[in-house]
């Protein structure tokens, strides 16, 4: 196993445009959380999943914001919508269970012009 | 609400020197405390976990050590490196998923 993986690495979008990141997990971990990360800051949760159910959002996510888990697997974020301000860095997470380590993808490197 | 400070925010240090980086938090009741690696355009790297019930975790060179009680953690480098230079990043886990520091820029110069 490879570890937690995104993708893409990298999108650049208008202002405007819907976009949708991956995220794949290490593969026997039921938890996979999703945070985001902005210059000089540490990353913020936005959301998780046990299984394929989502168990907690924050209020960061907005209603332009969704994610799905849908067979306990992958996961996908889509972002309706863009405005400037959701550019960041969108990084996944997975774990093994509860309040245990968590492991981190490479991150989605959002810019919106 | 949970909320993690690091100090300090940027540090410079030559080779071979220990450095000691500080994470302290406002909520006691954590069920453990994660440092991390964060190399610039990267995603993180796990270096240590540290559960509620322990003191200290060691892995090579890097020794952490948890104060529940005073809300504090820190973590040690023992004989830096260049290749140390990166932003370290702490968290903590309590009754929500984890909350992070803004993180020390460590810059260790050969």
């Known amino acids: 196993d490879t570890g937690v993986s995104q993708d893409p690495r990298h999108k650049i979008t208008k202002r405007g445009q819907n976009v949708t990141f991956r995220c794949d997990p290490i593969s026997e971990h039921n938890r996979l959380y999703w945070y985001r990360q902005t210059l000089g800051q540490g990353p913020e949760f936005l959301t998780y999943f046990q299984n394929e159910a989502q168990l907690e959002k924050s209020r960061l996510l907005s209603n332009r914001f969704s994610a799905e888990r849908p067979k306990g697997s992958f996961s996908t974020l889509e972002i309706q919508r863009t405005e400037q301000g959701d550019s960041a860095m969108y990084l996944c997470?997975?774990?093994?269970?509860?309040?245990?380590?968590?492991?981190f993808g490479p991150g989605t490197r959002l810019t919106v012009t | 609400k949970q909320e993690v400070t690091q100090i300090p925010a940027a540090l410079s240090v030559p080779e071979g020197e220990n450095l000691v980086l500080n994470c302290s938090f406002t909520?006691?009741?954590?069920?453990?405390l994660q440092w991390f690696r964060q190399d610039p355009g990267k995603g993180l790297t796990s270096l240590l976990l540290?559960?509620?019930?322990?003191r200290e975790q060691t892995s090579g060179r890097l020794n952490a050590s948890l104060d529940k009680s005073s809300g504090r953690s820190t973590l040690y480098i023992a004989a830096s490196q260049p290749g140390d230079s990166a932003t370290y990043l702490c968290a903590v886990i309590g009754n929500t998923p984890l909350v992070f520091g803004k993180g020390t820029r460590l810059s260790v110069i050969a």
């Open positions: 997470a997975s774990s093994l269970g509860t309040r245990t380590e968590q492991y």
């Open positions: 909520d006691s009741a954590i069920y453990n």
């Open positions: 540290i559960q509620s019930s322990q």
